[in-house]
């Protein structure tokens, strides 16, 4: 890994970007960006785009069968770009990318980032990737403190469900949860457990005063027994589940009885995952504002003359932004087109109530008023108070479906999915195209689940202090083989009996025993408005 002032080439390059990023407006954190070959590059991406990650078996395991597959030709080591958003921000450049290649990636990194600074989910926290560094030496640390079996078990426990975060569901942490800010747990004072104090004589070192302290071996480890039973009372006491809970990793980060090495892990699984969430709800938007930058300050630096390679630039730029079907999402595609045509709306005054009352097809058609407004400032603001799905709702028309061929699918592929004749709206030998009314229907049902069974925490004491889970039907039944296992090891994190509701079934995973049983289907609705109501959200009959 090479900072990139070690070439001084792309160093110019880089200066050059950033002044026409700030000709533009832009408004970005610091972004630091570095130089790596292929292997470096597979390594990172290992990592989840972080610089550093805690010793573990899978990752050398993945890493030495991926460099296998690179060296064998198998699979590409040519990673275009890899950038990790935050104050400041970390992007890894590929050694072997031309300099117009090199120029573009820093172009399309500056869009990211300023994507990330404004967007309402705020996807750009200070100092995020230093954090998940100082995490990693703490998880090392517990290693050795945990030994080597239980810290492998715990960690494959928690890797299990890391899936199940969700931090910007209507149902995260915060809106699912009261917390007590005083707790009523207070630990009786006895003769076995009272700690005597003594004062510090030394006002700046405590290390001296504890050695001239009269404890005995005795007392510091009565007083470490009687902390611990207070941290794991505590821990499931303090708050109430108002609502379901979607953010099932978080839940149990912050509520179910960790040591400090268990905390650890969680911490940083946690923290180097939940941005996957952001890109999830924001990726059309996203790619498509760093392309719509790309493109422009790309062209300032061939009109200027500080690269060549205009026309490989342009094969790079139309095979990224190819269109595809919808059901494969490209959002490279969507999304630079889609501000494209959000950006020619405000210029023809079309995001106005009167456009919108006009009457006249006609007038519509050939519609263009002077409103004032700046384009790019508005478009701004919708990245303010947005996400993709209200993104879509909006501006995606049914006209726009077909202009970007959203809607055309193969003719052999559309017989292979066996669509039905009544979606279909017109075809030739080559192609059909569907019906855009259940294209944007579809799109739209994509950010209720993200292609995910939506899993939620409805009781901490269920059956006496177990963990009941709830799967929301939405026609996307539970992998049978995967519900056993996945309860095994949340119970491992819960330490106790673990219980999932799904359609008519219980299953359970308490005392190491794994049971099914048929119940009363429950509806989401009825546990929602049994929790509201401060009771039980179900009981077994």
């Given at each position: 890994m090479l900072s990139i002032k070690s070439d001084p080439?792309?160093?110019?390059?880089?200066?050059?970007?950033?002044?026409?990023?700030?000709?533009?407006?832009?408004?970005?954190?610091?972004?630091?960006?570095?130089?790596?070959?292929?292997?470096?590059f597979a390594s990172l991406l290992e990592k989840n785009v972080y610089p550093a990650s805690p010793l573990n078996i899978w990752e050398g395991k993945r890493m030495v069968n991926k460099k296998r597959r690179i060296?064998?030709?198998?699979?590409?080591?040519?990673?275009?770009?890899?950038?990790?958003?935050?104050?400041?921000?970390?992007a890894y450049l590929n050694k072997f990318n031309t300099p117009m290649t090199q120029a573009s990636v820093m172009a399309h990194v500056v869009g990211h980032c300023e994507f990330s600074e404004l967007n309402i989910l705020k996807d750009s926290s200070r100092d995020r990737s230093e954090y998940v560094m100082f995490l990693v030496r703490k998880v090392d640390l517990s290693r050795n403190q945990m030994g080597e079996y239980h810290y492998l078990n715990y960690w494959n426990a928690c890797e299990s469900a890391v899936d199940l975060i969700a931090p910007n569901s209507q149902f995260n942490l915060e809106r699912s949860l009261d917390t007590e800010t005083l707790m009523s747990y207070k630990v009786e004072e006895t003769s076995e457990n009272k700690v005597k104090t003594t004062k510090s004589l030394m006002p700046f070192s405590s290390t001296l005063s504890f050695m001239i302290t009269s404890k005995t071996k005795t007392d510091v480890f009565k007083e470490e027994v009687n902390k611990k039973r207070r941290q794991e009372n505590l821990s499931r006491v303090g708050y109430t589940l108002k609502a379901p809970c979607q953010?099932?990793?978080?839940?149990l980060r912050n509520y179910a009885p960790t040591s400090k090495g268990e905390k650890a892990i969680?911490?940083?699984?946690?923290?180097?995952?939940?941005?996957?969430?952001?890109?999830?709800?924001?990726?059309i938007m996203n790619e498509g504002w760093a392309m719509y930058w790309e493109k422009k300050i790309m062209l300032e630096l061939f009109k200027e003359k500080s690269v060549k390679g205009i026309i490989e630039y342009a094969k790079i730029f139309s095979g990224v932004c190819y269109p595809r079907p919808y059901f494969y999402r490209n959002p490279y595609h969507l999304g630079?087109?889609?501000?494209?045509?959000?950006?020619?709306?405000?210029?023809?005054?079309?995001v106005t109530l009167e456009y919108q009352e006009e009457k006249d097809i006609e007038k519509k058609e050939y519609w263009k008023k002077e409103t004032g407004i700046n384009p790019i400032k508005a478009m701004e603001h919708l990245i303010e108070t947005i996400t993709d799905y209200e993104f879509l709702r909006r501006f995606l028309s049914h006209d726009l479906i077909?202009?970007?061929?959203?809607?055309?699918?193969?003719?052999?592929?559309a017989e292979y999915l066996r669509i039905p004749e009544k979606n279909i709206v017109d075809a030739d030998k080559n192609w059909v195209w569907l019906d855009p009314v259940l294209v944007k229907t579809d799109m739209l049902n994509f950010f209720t689940h993200f292609g995910r069974p939506r899993i939620f925490v409805i009781d901490t004491n269920f059956m006496d202090g177990g963990l009941l889970l709830y799967h929301r039907d939405d026609n996307r039944e539970l992998r049978k083989d995967w519900i056993k296992p996945t309860l095994q090891n949340i119970n491992i994190i819960w330490k106790n009996s673990v219980h999932i509701i799904s359609k008519g079934m219980l299953y359970s995973f308490s005392g190491g025993k794994y049971s099914e049983t048929n119940i009363r289907p429950v509806s989401f609705e009825e546990?929602?408005?049994?929790?509201?109501?401060?009771?039980k959200p179900f009981r077994v009959e």
């Open positions: 080439r792309i160093y110019e390059l880089y200066q050059r970007v950033l002044h026409h990023a700030k000709t533009f407006g832009r408004h970005f954190p610091e972004i630091r960006f570095f130089i790596l070959d292929g292997l470096e060296e064998t030709g198998a699979e590409s080591s040519l990673y275009y770009e890899v950038v990790q958003t935050g104050n400041p921000a970390y953010d099932v990793f978080n839940f969680m911490d940083y699984l946690y923290t180097t995952h939940y941005p996957q969430d952001f890109v999830l709800r924001t990726q630079y087109n889609l501000w494209n045509h959000i950006e020619q709306l405000y210029k023809d005054g079309k077909h202009e970007l061929h959203l809607n055309r699918i193969d003719k052999r592929y546990i929602t408005e049994r929790m509201q109501k401060n009771q």
